[in-house]
């Protein structure tokens, strides 16, 4: 659940669609702004650089993946083979999903309520327990895409 003031502004026009490094699906500010239920109380401006740095951010973290997947001959995503079990569309879905968690967490953090008052405090602190919560739903698509489990666990 988001929780930047939705549906208190109109969506202002969105910018095109941002294109990725040609192996990574491109990246639409509607469709993430319709995902993450954000109105336009985001301008389009702070919207594209938080998704900017959100894909350079999960694609640095998958870059040793690609390569993998480059040197096997994959020239991009949708030419790499999902497991079995998978749905169509896996990995695009993981990788929106990582982008999307990683933006909306940063936008989330940008946000917090300014008031000074117990009440605002109180707002401010549910928005930073909500980014950790998206965070964590960046790092497990990262970490399905790349086939590792969720969490590490190791005996001391």
Excluded: C
Excluded at 48 to 54: D, N, S
Excluded at 74 to 89: C, E, R, S
Excluded at 122 to 134: L, M, P, Q, T, Y
């Amino acid at each position: 659940m988001s929780l930047i003031a939705a549906g208190t502004g109109a969506a202002p026009d969105e910018p095109e669609t941002l294109e990725n490094n040609g192996f990574w699906p491109a990246i639409a500010p509607r469709d993430f702004r319709d995902a993450t239920r954000l109105d336009g109380t985001v301008t389009a401006p702070r919207l594209v650089q938080a998704l900017q740095v959100a894909m350079a951010d999960v694609n640095r973290q998958l870059a040793d993946w690609q390569q993998d997947k480059q040197d096997e001959g994959a020239q991009t995503l949708a030419d790499v083979t999902p497991p079995a079990w998978a749905i169509a569309g896996h990995y695009a879905l993981l990788y929106r999903r990582a982008v999307y968690a990683t933006a909306h967490a940063s936008l989330l953090e940008r946000y917090r309520d300014v008031s000074a008052t117990e009440d605002g405090d109180e707002r401010g602190e549910a928005k930073d327990h909500a980014a950790d919560d998206i965070r964590r739903d960046a790092r497990w698509a990262v970490a399905e895409i790349e086939g590792r489990q969720h969490t590490t666990v190791e005996l001391i």
